[in-house]
């Protein structure tokens, strides 16, 4: 998780322990075949994994012999994946940043953002459209001429299809920025998250804006990915792109 607000950092800091537990994490060496094939990954190539989290596609990279980059915000997510690649017996660089402000120094062979690892979860004071479009020009400039990226987002049309005019007149639910707040999450209720939605036309612009072309865009739910028609229910749409 990567976010500029505090709020979702407290709240992934105490569901650190239990992340690995939720349904969608049972498909990691699953989606990293994916990976690999989608963005062609060159045997030992460098990879960035932004919003790295408990550092399951990390460390599954990193089992395979690829160079990983990762890094979050929040240091209870690190500290878990630090714990999980000595297990593995892995090297992964694990490093504490913001997606919309981090420098790292180097470039890479491919970028993934993952599972709302930094588009979608939006601080108090996030702007919705500037903090995703910075979020992608930091990711641009780490990134190799060539290079690919492979995102998955929230949909705005699943979030949007649950929803009613009450739930807008109550705050809930912000249809101008296509976001929920919520109360209920975390162990912690008074922190209130804002979670942000996407729709294909939008990601194209914000990609187009900062630099990175889209090669395809598909439903991209965790645990069942596919290339296949985006359904108006799926949870997450895939990005495929990359910096030519």
Known sequence: MTSHGTEW??????????????????????????????????????????????????IELARRGYRVTGFDL????????????????????????????????TTFDAAICLCEGAFGLLGSTDDPIEQPLTILRRIRTHLKPG??????????????RRQTDETVAAGAFDPMTL???????GDDPSVVLRERGFVPTELRLLFSAAGLAVHGMWGGTAGSWHKQQLSLDEYEIMVLGGRE
């Open 147 to 160: 290079a690919g990226c492979l995102f998955t987002v929230l949909s705005a049309y699943r979030m949007a």
């Open 9 to 58: 950092a407290e709240f992934f800091n105490g569901h650190a322990p239990v992340y690995d537990s939720n349904c969608f994490t049972t498909a990691t060496v699953a989606e990293v075949d994916f990976l690999i094939e989608h963005l062609r990954l060159a045997p030992g190539a460098a990879v960035l994994d932004v919003g790295c989290g408990t550092g399951r596609h990390s």
């Open 74 to 105: 929040c240091p209870g997510m690190l500290a878990q994946a630090r714990a999980k690649a000595e297990a593995a017996g892995v090297q992964v660089t694990w490093v504490e940043a913001d997606a919309r402000t981090f420098d790292l120094r």
């Open 179 to 185: 976001s929920e707040l919520s109360e209920a999450k």
